[in-house]
């Protein structure tokens, strides 16, 4: 039972050992582009339109102008063309 537990002990080392050596080793993994912010997000909802943002607040009673002029650059950010692939 003893030579075992030895083995086992022995194995598990050996096991993170080479887990140790490969994080030492790493390299990192560039990132092939940087993410570009196509959306605004409010209310736990992401809205990549203005107009589908402007339904949205009219639903609720809410003035997409007001809106606009409180948060310029939300704004801004709706009124950006996604660029085509």
Known sequence: ???LLVA???AAAA???EVAKTMHDADP???ATVPRI???VWSN???VDAATFRRWLAARD???TVWARNHPGALA?????PRRR
């Open 1 to 3: 039972m003893l030579a």
């Open 8 to 10: 086992v002990a022995v």
């Open 15 to 17: 096991t993170w050992l």
């Open 29 to 31: 993994v560039p990132a």
């Open 38 to 40: 196509t959306g605004v």
């Open 45 to 47: 909802r992401v809205f």
């Open 62 to 64: 809410l003035s997409y």
């Open 77 to 81: 950010r709706l009124a950006q063309r």
